[in-house]
């Protein structure tokens, strides 16, 4: 196969990636390409309609709405990181991605994912004050609380995307091209480097270590103190009602973390590769559709919001 290549002084001989998608049979490509335009149609719909919804209702400017205005934005841009580009390579023979596309999707995909994770900790940890100590709610989630939180979270995501990408500028592609998956995930990607890849393994290592571990371990002790506190309380329509505020948060929790960990903690051999880049559906495609879902029928409050502003739009 030709390989394309640039100058020798400017880092990379590789020029472009050929991407192998989901599947090379022929007679799936255009039903993957219906069922994944449909549930990018139903993302995208969802995530926008809880973000115009949350920022125009005036009643829903609290610190669990602020939580998941940022959500929904983050879900909308993450599936769109690979959504179009994956639309597009169901309907060509060849999946072509330009290699500084390609180091974008890299950054992109580590920014919003990581964002993810520490966006439905402030989650957990709002749900926890909320639960835990409800007379110091206003106090210990503040604006200004709020903000740092979020603003934490982003920092967070644009440090270790800027860790990841910044290893894999760093690194040669002489001849290997064929990127295992249907996106450029940082493992395949650096699968074809023909130098060392031993300082972004280690980055993958700590970056991927240190914001898992957070994440999990404040959402897993929040959530031991919110069933603490459930089972402490008498009224049977107290616990029914603090168990229905964390059930929605916990279902988009155990989708994202849940369908992560499977991918990650699998060996990098071919076959698990394979089952993993299946797998990964699931957070890039299948989440950020689900979550405005989980979300909104399970909330009596942004039902009726949506209910009135489309009765509203009607007049």
Same mark, same amino acid.
């Given at each position: 196969?030709?390989?394309?290549?640039?100058? *020798?002084? @400017?880092?990379?001989?590789?020029?472009?990636?050929?991407?192998?998608?989901?599947?090379? +049979?022929?007679?799936?490509?255009? *039903?993957? !390409?219906?069922?994944?335009?449909?549930?990018?149609?139903?993302?995208?719909?969802? @995530?926008?309609?809880?973000?115009?919804?949350?920022? =125009? @209702?005036?009643?829903? +400017?609290?610190?669990?709405?602020?939580?998941? !205005?940022?959500?929904?934005?983050?879900?909308? %841009?993450?599936?769109?990181?690979?959504? *179009?580009?994956?639309?597009?390579?169901?309907?060509?023979?060849? #999946?072509?991605?330009?290699?500084?596309?390609?180091?974008?999707?890299?950054?992109?995909?580590?920014?919003?994912?990581?964002?993810? %994770?520490?966006?439905?900790?402030?989650?957990?940890?709002?749900?926890?004050?909320?639960? %835990?100590?409800?007379?110091?709610? @206003?106090?210990?989630?503040?604006?200004?609380? /709020?903000?740092?939180?979020?603003?934490?979270?982003?920092?967070?995501?644009?440090?270790?995307?800027?860790?990841?990408?910044? /290893?894999?500028?760093?690194?040669?592609?002489?001849?290997?091209?064929?990127? #295992?998956?249907?996106?450029?995930?940082?493992? *395949?990607?650096?699968?074809?480097? %023909?130098?060392?890849?031993?300082?972004?393994?280690?980055?993958?290592?700590?970056?991927?270590?240190?914001?898992?571990?957070?994440?999990? =371990?404040?959402?897993?002790?929040?959530?031991?103190?919110?069933?603490?506190?459930?089972? +402490?309380?008498?009224?049977?329509?107290?616990?029914?009602?603090?168990? +229905?505020?964390?059930?929605?948060?916990?279902?988009?929790?155990?989708?994202?973390?849940?369908?992560?960990?499977?991918?990650?903690?699998?060996?990098?051999?071919?076959?698990?590769?394979?089952?993993?880049?299946?797998?990964?559906?699931?957070?890039?495609?299948?989440?950020?559709? =689900?979550?405005?879902?989980?979300?909104?029928?399970?909330?009596?409050?942004?039902?009726?919001?949506?209910?009135?502003?489309?009765?509203?739009?009607?007049?």
């Amino acid at each position: 196969m030709p390989q394309s290549r640039m100058a *020798p002084g @400017n880092g990379s001989f590789v020029t472009q990636f050929i991407l192998m998608g989901l599947t090379d +049979h022929p007679g799936l490509q255009l *039903p993957l !390409f219906f069922l994944f335009l449909g549930m990018y149609f139903i993302t995208v719909l969802g @995530n926008l309609s809880l973000v115009t919804l949350i920022g =125009l @209702n005036s009643h829903f +400017h609290s610190p669990m709405y602020f939580f998941l !205005f940022n959500l929904s934005f983050i879900d909308l %841009c993450y599936s769109s990181v690979f959504t *179009p580009k994956m639309l597009i390579n169901f309907l060509l023979k060849k #999946n072509i991605i330009y290699y500084q596309g390609c180091m974008a999707q890299v950054y992109f995909f580590c920014f919003f994912a990581i964002s993810e %994770c520490y966006v439905l900790t402030s989650m957990a940890y709002d749900r926890y004050v909320a639960i %835990c100590n409800p007379l110091l709610y @206003n106090i210990a989630m503040s604006r200004k609380v /709020c903000f740092n939180l979020i603003f934490g979270s982003y920092l967070m995501a644009f440090s270790g995307a800027m860790a990841h990408t910044g /290893c894999m500028l760093r690194l040669t592609f002489c001849d290997a091209n064929t990127i #295992n998956h249907y996106f450029c995930d940082v493992v *395949p990607v650096l699968q074809l480097s %023909c130098t060392s890849t031993y300082v972004n393994e280690l980055v993958v290592f700590i970056v991927g270590g240190v914001n898992i571990i957070v994440t999990s =371990l404040t959402i897993f002790i929040s959530y031991g103190f919110i069933l603490s506190s459930i089972l +402490h309380i008498n009224s049977s329509e107290g616990s029914s009602k603090a168990f +229905h505020t964390c059930s929605s948060h916990l279902m988009a929790v155990s989708l994202f973390f849940g369908s992560s960990a499977f991918v990650y903690l699998h060996p990098s051999s071919a076959g698990s590769m394979n089952m993993g880049k299946t797998s990964s559906v699931f957070y890039t495609n299948v989440v950020p559709m =689900l979550n405005p879902l989980i979300y909104s029928f399970r909330n009596k409050d942004v039902k009726l919001a949506l209910r009135k502003t489309l009765n509203r739009r009607q007049f």
